[in-house]
């Protein structure tokens, strides 16, 4: 009897310990279009990768509402089977949360630009060719130490920091975010600077209304796309019409000339419609157009038309 106790007790020791063990996810996005694309004047036909993944994500609870949690994300062309840049190349981290937040060091994608950009880009996950090609995204991912606060009553604030590390490759980047939700009203405001003279700040605001949702930032920028080049105002306006499987999306995007670099404007039209087969598959089409002028320093006349697959798993 004293021995059917002991290997009980264990045995039930043994399982708690497995409860706390970490749990772990695995994802992923399998994204790809067939296009046909007209890059000022050169038109070819394509498949195109729309930002594929694999990931791996998980957390282990380590009593007292303290929590260890980790991302790893690789990303790949389905239409090729080939890394699309570092192996890595989307977040991979490791960090703590709890009551004072969340804690990550690693590689991390800006908050500023998941705050704004992001947040209104539903159309296809802002990947591929209609993806916002406007918007300026100073982000050096790596090396970063980032902190956010739990829900402050519908408030989170962000901050992250990337080292240098003795290199001026990408620069250190500063990063600070809040977004703000009230019920159908969803805000959003992003600052990024580095130590190459550039920085930008956004505000954003997303209003769902039923089957319509409409959303818009307004971002400032000095150098955003380049050295020298002064200071630009850019917009975007989005919306969707979702009824039943359908989406229905439609964005418009308009960036100002840099002050010292005139005809550097450029305009961006998207129209979107998505059939969603079920909640991890769907079948998307786009069609894209960006117009810019002769001397737009961070991108050029594009027009897009596509259709592909998108499963989530």
């Known amino acids: 009897m004293k021995k059917t106790l002991i290997v009980a007790a264990v045995s039930a020791l043994a399982a708690g310990s497995a409860l706390a063990q970490s749990s772990v996810t695995i994802y992923g996005r399998l994204n790809v279009t067939a296009e046909s694309l007209d890059r000022a004047g050169s038109k070819t036909k394509e498949l195109v990768n729309n930002a594929s993944r694999l990931g791996f994500k998980g957390v282990e609870d380590l009593g007292g509402g303290l929590k260890a949690i980790f991302l790893l994300e690789h990303r790949f062309s389905v239409d090729t089977g080939t890394v699309t840049g570092d192996f890595y190349a989307g977040d991979s981290l490791v960090g703590l949360s709890g009551g004072f937040g969340t804690v990550r060091l690693g590689?991390?994608?800006?908050?500023?630009?998941?705050?704004?950009?992001?947040?209104?880009?539903?159309?296809?996950?802002d990947t591929g060719t209609s993806a916002d090609t406007l918007y300026a995204y100073l982000g050096n991912n790596k090396n970063k130490i980032a902190y956010n606060t739990n829900s402050l009553g519908g408030l989170v604030l962000h901050a992250a920091i990337g080292a240098q590390e003795g290199g001026a490759a990408g620069g250190k980047v500063m990063d600070l975010a809040a977004t703000y939700e009230l019920g159908d009203l969803s805000l959003g405001f992003g600052y990024e600077k580095n130590n190459a003279s550039a920085n930008q700040y956004a505000v954003r605001a997303l209003y769902t209304a039923g089957a319509f949702v409409g959303g818009a930032y307004i971002q400032k920028d000095k150098n955003g796309w380049g050295a020298n080049l002064g200071s630009r105002t850019t917009f975007r306006l989005t919306g969707a019409y979702n009824v039943g499987n359908s989406e229905f999306h439609l964005g418009y995007g308009k960036a100002g000339d840099y002050s010292r670099v005139n005809d550097s404007d450029a305009t961006q039209l998207v129209l979107g419609y998505n059939y969603n087969l079920s909640k991890r598959t769907r079948i998307h089409s786009h069609y894209t157009k960006v117009s810019a002028s002769r001397f737009t320093p961070y991108t050029g006349d594009l027009t897009a038309l596509g259709v592909g697959i998108r499963h989530n798993f």
């Open 107 to 125: 590689r991390i994608t800006s908050e500023a630009y998941y705050a704004t950009a992001d947040y209104i880009s539903m159309n296809n996950h």
